[in-house]
């Protein structure tokens, strides 16, 4: 009866994301209504300010990532398929919860007994964004194009490269199969870098030596503040990255894809992902890339559904142990 349960809990689950990822796919092949698309260069009507480190005057946008040396839990699978967690300390630009775990990877594997429970000092709230993380836009006032369409803030947050809603810490420690599928469908695709773009930050310039006094950060590099000593943080120490878009890159001309609102502000949409372009594009370009990430999308979700629904099935199929019933002798 378990196995049978295991079963359907993949089919339903799996299930799921194979619909899910049909839909996205059909979906693909609907019209984008009401797009607007706006090409020319970008003009700085107010510059960016990051109010914690007192930096101005660095451009459209100044990305500030605190970080806090803490425990962090990394797990591994046990010859039981158990997760089991261990201890390795390092940077993160979130808070890390308590947990529980062995001091080394080796202890867990030998299985030891006692595990101790790690808990980490509190990450400043002034650092922390909406979501909980330490990854913080400041975004300044930029126009495009000759009639000075003005972009919201949202697309300036595509000069980080990726969404800043993703954790790339996390999506490397992630499932294999499941980052061997997403390789694989971008590069059949070349949907990766959808709507965002690459290489147009630098370390932030001019910062000032006091910025983070305050905080009792110092500057240790370009653009990088840091309390504790260089190259041996303890618990609790803090390091802060900023980082501004490339002045030469500003030169280029750009193209921003969204939707117009009531009072002339071109907004990101949910359908075409806010797409920025560091080039002059095509409405037929836009569409074909907009098809593609539907349909990477929808592969995804499907692949992933297929998935799910194997490993329930296999962990329905293997045999359990049968137990074994005493004869009143010793062996």
């Known amino acids: 009866m378990k196995k049978v349960i295991l079963i359907l809990i993949g089919a339903l689950i799996g299930g799921i994301g194979v619909v899910s990822g049909i839909l996205y796919i059909l979906n693909s092949f609907s019209k984008l209504d009401g797009v607007t698309m706006v090409s020319g260069k970008l003009r700085i009507v107010k510059q960016a300010e990051d109010d914690i480190l007192n930096l101005k005057d660095m451009g459209p946008v100044i990305f500030r990532t605190t970080e806090m040396y803490q425990h962090r839990p990394e797990k591994y699978y046990t010859k039981n ?22 001091r080394t990877e080796e202890e867990g594997r030998r299985g030891m007994t006692g595990t101790t429970i790690f808990k980490n000092p509190k990450f400043p709230k002034e650092f922390l964004n909406e979501n909980n993380d330490g990854r913080v836009a400041s975004c300044g006032t930029v126009e495009i194009g000759k009639k000075g369409i003005r972009l919201d803030s949202s697309f300036l947050t595509l000069f980080y490269g990726k969404s800043m809603e993703e954790n790339e810490d996390e999506e490397k420690k992630g499932d294999v199969l499941e980052n061997a599928l997403i390789s694989i469908l971008e590069s059949v695709l070349d949907v990766k870098n959808f709507g965002y773009l690459e290489d147009c930050l630098v370390p932030a310039y001019d910062t000032p030596e006091d910025g983070g006094k305050k905080y009792g950060l110092k500057l240790v590099g370009k653009g990088v503040y840091a309390s504790g000593k260089d190259g041996h943080p303890k618990l609790g120490d803090l390091r802060m990255t900023c980082q501004v878009v490339d002045p030469r890159i500003l030169k280029k001309e750009f193209t921003a894809v969204g939707k117009l609102s009531k009072d002339g502000k071109l907004l990101t949409m949910d359908g075409v992902e806010g797409a920025l372009y560091d080039r002059k594009v095509t409405m037929a370009e836009v569409k074909f890339s907009y098809r593609k990430y539907k349909i990477f999308k929808g592969l995804f979700l499907i692949g992933s559904g297929i998935m799910t629904f194997a490993f329930f099935a296999v962990l329905g199929m293997i045999p359990g142990r049968k137990k074994r019933t005493s004869t009143g002798f010793l062996n």
Do not use: A, C, K, R
């Not at 398929?81 to 062995?102: A, L, M, N």
């Open 81 to 102: 398929s158990i997760w089991h967690y261990y201890v390795s300390d390092g940077f993160e630009h979130f808070p890390v919860e308590t947990f529980e775990g062995y």
